[in-house]
């Protein structure tokens, strides 16, 4: 029993770490979240980013193939609207970037880290990639054990991996934030927009060709 938890354990991290590694959208928002505003207004961003990761991998694990025959019907549409969200707000963060360039000045961010936190959730929610992931990964679980600790130990060991990587990009981007100039946070920030609205653009054509 304790070898099942285990493997669970590690299959938890792994998948924790596999969904929250590959740079999309919500990695770069984290990173300009921490340079523009500091590392605490990054870990507020990366906690909502993995406190989705922790609801989607419960349901995955708690629901399986019912939450997958539910939702598979619907995927292209939140795709597509995922798509255009993150276009929407690279396009406003573009702007203001562009602003604060121009004016030689800081860009200002309004919220306060609740906020921060919460709009991360909505734009992690929207990501339909990330319960589909989970869902794939939702019968490693009954496969492993049978035991009742076994889901908690995956879902709990798959949201504090998935922590731990979006809390090092906020440390990361504070730490960028911290040591360059101020001319150079607004130059990068112009490359993070810029790079948000790439990656929105992709997966509005990658939603619009499934549809």
């Not at 929407?88 to 961010?109: D, K, M, P, Y």
Request: hydrophobic share 65%; proline share 2%.
């Amino acid at each position: 029993m304790t070898h099942d938890l285990l493997v669970l354990a590690l299959a938890g991290f792994a998948a924790g770490f596999a969904i929250a590694m590959p740079v999309g959208a919500i990695a770069v928002l984290i990173l300009r979240e921490g340079m523009v505003r500091g590392v605490r207004y990054g870990l507020a961003a990366g906690a909502g980013a993995a406190s989705v990761d922790l609801l989607y991998c419960t349901l995955a694990v708690a629901l399986g193939a019912t939450l997958s025959d539910a939702i598979e019907g619907a995927l292209p549409t939140l795709a597509l609207v995922s798509g255009l969200v993150i276009i929407g707000i690279g396009v406003f963060q573009l702007v203001a970037a562009i602003r604060a360039h121009a004016e030689s000045t800081q860009e200002v961010v309004a919220g306060s880290k609740l906020a921060v936190y919460w709009r991360f959730v909505a734009l992690t929610a929207l990501n339909p990639a990330t319960i589909v992931y989970f869902l794939a990964l939702s019968a490693v679980v009954t496969t492993v054990t049978t035991s009742v600790a076994g889901p908690i130990v995956f879902v709990a060991c798959t949201a504090l991996a998935s922590l731990i990587w979006q809390s090092a990009l906020a440390v990361v981007g504070g730490l960028v934030g911290a040591n360059v100039s101020e001319r150079a946070v607004r130059t990068l920030g112009l490359v993070a927009a810029c790079a948000i609205i790439a990656l929105g653009v992709v997966a509005v054509v990658a939603a619009a060709t499934r549809l």
